[in-house]
Every structure is written in structure tokens, then in C-alpha cells.
């Protein structure tokens, strides 16, 4: 079931290309974002300057320092250390170090395969890529982010090339060992040659951003990062060059400022406030609300709307984002790990680690959230302001045109949440709106006209809610639409979420937010496709649970 599509431009199609490639980027990710927090922690509490580094000798044999001889520890790794008086003695390897070095590196590459070629290309993935990690001397992000996808995808060639010729029998002989051997010239391939170009490529990138801070023109970043976050491409910028770059600062420095250029939520509280008090309508109403959302939950995306619906007030947020990088530049504020998503709290715990400067350094994060914030309220507020007649005038249109602004949230993301779903049901009760969808009988329609065909009548048992990366908004639906089935009585029908590119056919009814429906529809064609327009308060749930509820009747 599809709604008609508008015609591509060039800029869509260009802004829609950047956002798979940054959906991609994200998709390496995101899903390791929870190590990534392990590591961090392992490294507050147990390295020789962390909050535990006197608890002898736990610390030292977790945190991989002090002289094992000392310790004798039995059975621990150890390695070769180097004292400031130049002596040899061995010290104990601990945790920090193998997992920033090994295992966030092969999760990254392991994921990236698997998005290209499942299982197999996971495995042959994180084969090459351990050629990369000790070929060279740097944690090798950048590496993994490559060097996965792209093994995945020779191992998929390679298996194009006697696709149906093995004799019956020698399947698995022929696909481990061919896994097996590509894996391990590719593993040679990255240590000699794929690991030094990516070390000079890493060794270039954090160059330019040494040069940017050196001149004092870090700040400028903020003219791309918050007018690209409000459109939703970001992920290319910050999870392709910040976060590898700011995983390696840190582990030189103790923390690294990328971290917070794109996760400061300093300037979604300024523009919000500044809605509060200077704004109208459903804007106006829904503002103070979003501001908890925004900035505890971490879900910037529930500010994009308000900056949507006055493009001038982007403005303010660069301007707010280049003061909370300006401060955070001049005081040496920085975070030791991701803050994800980008909540206080989670800023917070990343900020008061022992090694990235404890309480002054978080003071200093504090500072620069605090001053982000004030100067994107001031410069919201002077532009709120200045039309505001204009807009008073125009009140009955207002929530007309916040609902289309976060219509355009949604089609700019390619996909909904249920940050945008609170706002637009509060603005659908200011206006007195339905919501604005078409019916699922009107997408029944649409989707006979786009397929050629009538969707399938058959008993429903399996609705998959399918967006980009599987995750989050998608999970938050599913969860509302399971416990909307479970209150109808119906017991035996799965609700599950999914990424479209994960879906294989099983699925009998597939909901996705407008702008993906064609994708989803191209990868379950048999399916019946409902297209919604947010993942958390659609009315069209009610509907798709009286179908499920009426065909279960019919064919009890």
C-alpha cells in the first residue's frame, strides 16, 4: 500500500544518496554503540588515573598497568613495557587497550559484512580486517568501516562464480574453504597494503582537524553539521569522520572535542526555549515538551520541526553550535567516548571520566552547553519576534504548517519516530486534525494501482515494522501496535521490527513511513504495505488492527 511519490529532483536524489550512505555508516555503528559505552567505562574506573586505579591489584590487571613480576597474577596476558627510566618489565595487557585495538574495530567490520552479505560476509569480513588492525599502529576505525563492507562484497562475487556448479556433497568443503582462503589473502592484502593507506588516510584526516584547531576555525564545522542535522545528513559526517577520529584522540588524549560538534545538545534546547516563550500555535504548546525529549532523552530529531517551520532560526543554531565548539576549543573541553544518543546524561557520564579531565572538564562541557544554548535562544528569540505580528495574523495556518513541517522532518530522515509522532498528535489536538492520512482502504487502493495487483486477503500473522536501521522509532512502533492487538484479544499474531534491507519475504503486512514504502514494497512484493506517516500514534493502527481482528473472525 503506497501513497503517490512527487518526482525526484537532482537535489532529492543527491540528498537521498547522502542519506543511505550516512544510513549505512550509522548502521556499522549504532548497533556497537553499547561496547563502545563498555570500553568507556572499562577505562573511567580501571586505567592507572580512572576513579578505581588504586584498587590493587584489580585495577591493574584490568586496566593493563604496574609490573606483573609484582602482581604474579597467574594466567593473565602480559607484554613487554617500557619504564621512563628506559627498563624493560612486563606489564599485564588488561582490557582497555585489546578492545579499542581488537574488538570495537572487528564488531564495526563484522556488521559492516553482514549488511552486505550476511554471516558469510561477516566472518570473511572481520578476517580482513584483522590484516588491517596489525598492520597498523592506531586504532583502525576507518579501516573496518571500509575494508568490511568491501570484503563482503568480493565474498559475495566470488560466490557468483560457480553459483550452481559445486557437485552435490561439496557445498560446505567449497564455501569454507573458499571463505577461508580469500579471508586469508585479503587479511595479507590489508597488513601490506590496504592498512598503511588507511593509516595515512587517518594520519591526513586528523591533520585537517589539527589544522582547524590550531587556526581556530573548528567553530566553522557548524555551518555544515547543524543545518545537515536538521536535514538528516549528519550520519556521513559524524559517524564516517567523527567518531573514528574521536576514538583515536582519545585514546591519545583522553578525550577528543568531535565528539560533541554534532552532540551538543546545547543548541536544540536554545531554539526550543525560545519557541516556549516567543513562539505560537501548536509550536508554541508542544515546545516545553520537547525540551525534556531533546534534552534527556537525547532525541535531537524533536527539534527539527520548530527549525523547519522558521528555516531563518538555522541560523541561530549555527551560531549556538559554533559557540559551544568555541568554548569547548578554548578550555580543552572534550568527551573520552560517543555520547549516544546525545543526552545530557549520556554527555555527562562521557565528560567526568578521570583521564578526560574530571569535574573541571565536565564544568567546562557544562559551559559550553550552557553557552550554546543562551545564544541560539537569543538569536531564535530576535527572530521570533520580528514576525511575530506576522505569524499571530496568520494563527489559523499555524498548525497547518507545523504539522507540514514535521511531515518534512519525517521525508527529510526517511523515517518517523516516536519523538515526531508526540509532536504532531499534540498538534493534530491544537488544530482539531485527524492527522492528515489517507485511509488503509484508500492504500489498499494505491498499492493495487502501483503493483498491478490486489494485496494479498489471507490471514495476517506476521507484521514487521521495517525503516532504515531496524532500530529505535521502528521498535517504539511496533511496541505500540503489539499492545494494541494484545488488548483486541488476539494472542497469536508476531509484531516485530526490522531494516528494510533485512526483509525476506516471510512478512505478511509491512508498515513504513511513506517515504520508504517503495523500497519496502520492491524488497516483499507479495506483502500487504501500510504507509504511515509516524511510527508512534498513527491512526491507521486502528485500522490495521480491526483487519487483523476481522480476518481472524472470518477465518476462525
Not at 560446505?172 to 588507511?198: E, K, R, T
Not at 538569536?379 to 507540514?404: G, H, N, P, Y
Not at 515526531?420 to 494501482?449: F, K, M, T
Amino acid at each position: 500500500m503506497t501513497t503517490a511519490s512527487t518526482t525526484s529532483t537532482g537535489v532529492n536524489r543527491a540528498r537521498v544518496g547522502v542519506q543511505r550512505f550516512g544510513t549505512f555508516l550509522s548502521g556499522m555503528i549504532m548497533p556497537n554503540i553499547a561496547a563502545f559505552i563498555a570500553w568507556g567505562f572499562i577505562t573511567m574506573l580501571f586505567i592507572s588515573a580512572g576513579w578505581l586505579g588504586g584498587w590493587f591489584p584489580v585495577a591493574n590487571l584490568l586496566g593493563g598497568f604496574g609490573d606483573a613480576a609484582t602482581i604474579n597474577w597467574q594466567g593473565a596476558m602480559t607484554a613487554l613495557a617500557q619504564s621512563k627510566d628506559g627498563a624493560t618489565f612486563t606489564t599485564f595487557v588488561g582490557l582497555v587497550g585489546p578492545m579499542v585495538t581488537y574488538l570495537l574495530p572487528l564488531l564495526i567490520a563484522n556488521t559492516g559484512g553482514r549488511m552486505v552479505y550476511g554471516e558469510r560476509g561477516g566472518v570473511v569480513a572481520s578476517i580482513a580486517t584483522m590484516g588491517v588492525i596489525v598492520g597498523t599502529n592506531i586504532p583502525m576505525f576507518l579501516g573496518a568501516m571500509i575494508m568490511g563492507p568491501l570484503a563482503a562484497w568480493i565474498t559475495k562475487q566470488m560466490d557468483k562464480l560457480w553459483e550452481g556448479k559445486i557437485r552435490p556433497g561439496f557445498e560446505m568443503l567449497v564455501n569454507n574453504f573458499s571463505a577461508g582462503i580469500l579471508g586469508m589473502l585479503l587479511a595479507i592484502f590489508g597488513f601490506f597494503a590496504f592498512g598503511p593507506v588507511m593509516l595515512g588516510v587517518s594520519t591526513l584526516l586528523g591533520g585537517i582537524v589539527g589544522w582547524l584547531v590550531d587556526l581556530r576555525l573548528l567553530p566553522v564545522l557548524s555551518v555544515i553539521v547543524e543545518p545537515a542535522k536538521v536535514l538528516f545528513l549528519n550520519n556521513a559526517i559524524n559517524h564516517g569522520v567523527f567518531t573514528p577520529l574521536g576514538i583515536q584522540q582519545a585514546t591519545e588524549a583522553g578525550k577528543s572535542i568531535l565528539f560533541l560538534i554534532e552532540a551538543n545538545p546545547g543548541p536544540g534546547v536554545g531554539l526550543l526555549l525560545a519557541f516556549t516563550f516567543f513562539g505560537v500555535g501548536a509550536a508554541r504548546a508542544s515546545a516545553p515538551g520537547a525540551i525534556i525529549i531533546q534534552f534527556f532523552g537525547g532525541i535531537h530529531e524533536i527539534y527539527f520541526p520548530y527549525a523547519l517551520s522558521k528555516p531563518m532560526t538555522i541560523l541561530a543554531l549555527i551560531a549556538g553550535g559554533a559557540t559551544g565548539v568555541t568554548t569547548n576549543m578554548i578550555f580543552n573541553g572534550g568527551l573520552a567516548f560517543p555520547a549516544a544518543p546525545g543526552s545530557i546524561i549520556a554527555v555527562t557520564a562521557a565528560a567526568l571520566t578521570p583521564e578526560a579531565g574530571g569535574v573541571g572538564n565536565l564544568l567546562v562541557v557544562y559551559l559550553s552547553v550552557i553557552l550554546a544554548a543562551t545564544v541560539t535562544f537569543l538569536v531564535t528569540a530576535v527572530i521570533l519576534r520580528a514576525s511575530r505580528k506576522r505569524d499571530l495574523a496568520a494563527e489559523a495556518d499555524s498548525s497547518a504548517s507545523f504539522e507540514a513541517a514535521i511531515a518534512q522532518t519525517e521525508a527529510n530522515k526517511g523515517k518517523s519516530s516516536e519523538a515526531l509522532a508526540g509532536l504532531r498528535a499534540g498538534a493534530a489536538a491544537n488544530a482539531g486534525l485527524e492527522g492528515g492520512q489517507s485511509s488503509l482502504s484508500a492504500d489498499r487502493a494505491a498499492d493495487a494501482v502501483a503493483t498491478g495487483t490486489v494485496a494479498p486477503a489471507g490471514r495476517v500473522t506476521n507484521i514487521v515494522f521495517a525503516c532504515d536501521a531496524g532500530m529505535g522509532s521502528s521498535a517504539m512502533g511496533a511496541s505500540v501496535l503489539r499492545n494494541k492487538i494484545k488488548k483486541a484479544g488476539v494472542d497469536d499474531v508476531s509484531v516485530t521490527n526490522k531494516a528494510i534491507a533485512n526483509l525476506d519475504g516471510s512478512e505478511d503486512l509491512v508498515i513504513t513511513q511513506q517515504q520508504l514504502t517503495d523500497r519496502a514494497r520492491g524488497r516483499t512484493p507479495n506483502a500487504t504495505h501500510v504507509s504511515v506517516d509516524n511510527f508512534m500514534n498513527s491512526p491507521k493502527y486502528d485500522e490495521v488492527v480491526d483487519l487483523v481482528v476481522q480476518q481472524h473472525k472470518n477465518q476462525a
